[in-house]
């Protein structure tokens, strides 16, 4: 009866703490946000970080993602369509010079696109072969750059089931440089990004 008295002790010295530091975290994130200030990290309730399966309603692909990410699937397999993608906001790298970043599938059936399916231009460099899902495909990868804005995509391309392949990401950011350092923006962790959205890829699978 003791240990039972005591555990129930715990459990409301717990409660009470939670409930405290509920009541201390939602004003001061609600204040940031109405002063439209940065949102300091510390403010940020973390989410559930868990892994999510998506299958697309044709059951052509599917692919595993990072459950903190934003999933949409697009078209209905029409040429040229973008037909799935998964969006990282900014708010998964706060304070830093990260804008966002994305997952795509596209599927062309043009007889040109297809043709030109692994030829590269306007800037983009053959990184070679490269493996998905057992099919052959090309790395591709493309930097722009404009107005302090930077992005680099990677591309995965290739002819599967007589259709091209686009299987990508982007990465966007803006030049840490254009912050003072009262602002406390950081240099954005694009190893983190990269690895994040490199998985993505390395779990696509074909049904066809």
């Given amino acids: 009866?003791?240990?039972?008295?005591?555990?129930?002790?715990?459990?409301?010295?717990i409660g009470i703490f939670l409930l405290c530091t509920e009541k201390l975290w939602v004003p001061k994130l609600v204040d940031h946000i109405l002063k439209n200030e940065?949102?300091?990290?510390?403010?940020?309730?973390?989410?559930?970080?868990t892994t999510k399966h998506f299958t697309d309603k044709n059951n052509t692909f599917s692919f595993d993602y990072n459950s903190l990410f934003t999933l949409g699937e697009l078209g209905n397999h029409m040429p040229g369509t973008l037909i799935a993608e998964v969006d990282i906001p900014s708010t998964y790298l706060?304070?830093?010079?990260?804008?966002?970043?994305?997952?795509?599938?596209?599927?062309?059936?043009?007889?040109?696109?297809?043709?030109?399916?692994?030829?590269?231009?306007?800037?983009?460099?053959d990184k070679g072969p490269a493996s998905m899902s057992g099919y052959?495909?090309?790395?591709?990868?493309?930097?722009?750059?404009?107005?302090?804005?930077?992005?680099?995509?990677?591309?995965?391309?290739?002819?599967?089931?007589?259709?091209c392949y686009i299987i990508g990401y982007t990465i966007h950011s803006t030049n840490i440089g254009n912050y003072s350092p009262d602002q406390g923006i950081k240099e954005f962790d694009k190893i983190k990004v990269q690895t994040e959205l490199e998985n993505i890829v390395n779990s696509f699978r074909f049904y066809i």
């Fill in 1 to 13: 009866m003791k240990t039972l008295r005591i555990s129930l002790l715990v459990l409301i010295i």
């Fill in 136 to 163: 052959p495909f090309r790395k591709i990868t493309l930097s722009d750059a404009g107005a302090g804005n930077f992005y680099e995509t990677t591309h995965y391309r290739g002819i599967v089931g007589r259709n």
């Fill in 94 to 125: 706060p304070n830093t010079n990260f804008s966002d970043a994305g997952f795509y599938v596209e599927k062309q059936t043009d007889v040109n696109a297809i043709k030109n399916c692994l030829v590269t231009s306007n800037g983009e460099v």
């Fill in 38 to 49: 940065n949102i300091p990290a510390a403010l940020i309730k973390p989410g559930l970080e």
